[in-house]
């Protein structure tokens, strides 16, 4: 018999979702705890929604093994950075001859100092996966699932994959904009921006659903720090 994984205490995520929102907005003595406050209190209502969806893993690991404490994210963390490095490589020697624009966005971030550019990716990995996994993904996942009127009201492996699939559509589409400030927005670069972080959400969001949040966050990392850091060593 299966037993459920321990739950993490709220005010770890509370925190974790917190110190992301400080960080996402310039400092300020209203601003700067407004946002931290509104990202934690998300992060609280994400972990609701999962509860209510019955998705199978929050991936809470038991810090008492070290193991758990190390491995475990660390291999997430080279997941998610191969997937990061297949996708600029991608981006590099395929798109961007045909799309030169398609890299202007990765010169923009060689000229941003390299520490805030670390923020970027804990802000990036833990703001986005915990409003397009755990909020979006696990809505859907469980919305769908009523709709369905399935008796146990538990997402199957279908509606799972199609949470998935909706919610890496979303987390494809609000990465448009970031795309704008750096130049023109052409159909083909769209269709293009709209493949590449879609294929990274599916892989995101299949962790999440199977090995839960933490695995989530992780690999999101691990991707941004192929864009964030290696990406403009590339030019």
Request: aromatic residues 8%; proline residues 6%.
């Amino acid at each position: 018999m299966m037993t459920a994984p321990r739950s993490r205490p709220w005010w770890s995520s509370l925190i974790t979702c917190a110190v992301a929102g400080g960080l996402a907005v310039p400092l300020g003595p209203v601003s700067t705890p407004a946002v931290a406050v509104v990202a934690g209190l998300l992060g609280l209502a994400g972990l609701r929604v999962w509860r209510w969806s019955r998705l199978s893993s929050l991936g809470v690991w038991d810090r008492s093994d070290a193991r758990e404490r190390f491995v475990r994210p660390a291999a997430w963390l080279g997941l998610g950075l191969v997937v990061g490095l297949l996708l600029l490589g991608v981006l590099r020697l395929l798109i961007e001859p045909a799309i030169p624009a398609a890299g202007a966005r990765l010169a923009a971030a060689a000229a941003v100092p390299l520490w805030r550019r670390l923020i970027v990716i804990y802000v990036a990995a833990v703001s986005e996966e915990v409003l397009c996994r755990l909020l979006l993904l696990s809505f859907i996942a469980s919305l769908v699932t009523r709709l369905l009127r399935r008796a146990d009201r538990v997402p199957n492996r279908n509606t799972t994959w199609i949470a998935i699939a909706l919610s890496a559509l979303a987390f494809a589409a609000v990465h448009l904009p970031a795309w704008y400030a750096v130049g023109p927005l052409s159909v083909g670069l769209a269709v293009i921006v709209l493949a590449l972080n879609g294929a990274g959400g599916a892989v995101f969001g299949y962790l999440f659903v199977t090995r839960g949040i933490i695995a989530a966050i992780w690999a999101h990392a691990g991707a941004d720090i192929a864009t964030q850091l290696v990406g403009p060593l590339t030019r």
